[in-house]
Nanobody, 116 residues
Framework: QVQLVESGGGLVQAGGSLRLSCAAS????????MGWYRQAPGKQREFVAQ???????DYADAVKGRFTISRDNAKNTMYLQMNSLKVEDTAVYYC??????????WGQGTQVTVSS
């Protein structure tokens, strides 16, 4: 059974940093693009960042220059380093593996709260 488990969320002051992890189990995702999404209260889930199997990265404009996505294929784990956090970054952050015609894999989410 495939599982994506996020960790590393928490409460941080504006300007601070957090590092999220997404540990995958049940299969290897070395050949898959992996990504992060987030959902703030009352808002739709939105794309944050993604990394391809070859290491190419893409970011939402709102996080460019502040967030860095990476992956460790040996550990089947993806990371999101979040620096210079803003209050508007407050959301539940989800790990995602898109699968084309099949339903995506999603983690259960980890809460990030940034206080002013």
């Amino acid at each position: 059974q495939v599982q994506l488990v996020e960790s590393g969320g928490g409460l941080v002051q504006a300007g601070g940093s957090l590092r999220l992890s997404c540990a995958a189990s049940g299969r290897t995702f070395i050949r898959y693009t992996m990504g992060w999404y987030r959902q703030a209260p009352g808002k739709q889930r939105e794309f944050v960042a993604q990394i391809t199997s070859g290491g190419r990265t893409d970011y939402a404009d709102a996080v460019k220059g502040r967030f860095t996505i990476s992956r460790d294929n040996a550990k089947n784990t993806m990371y999101l380093q979040m620096n210079s956090l803003k209050v508007e970054d407050t959301a539940v952050y989800y790990c995602n593996v898109p699968r084309g015609a099949s339903p995506d894999y999603w983690g259960q989410g980890t809460q990030v709260t940034v206080s002013s």
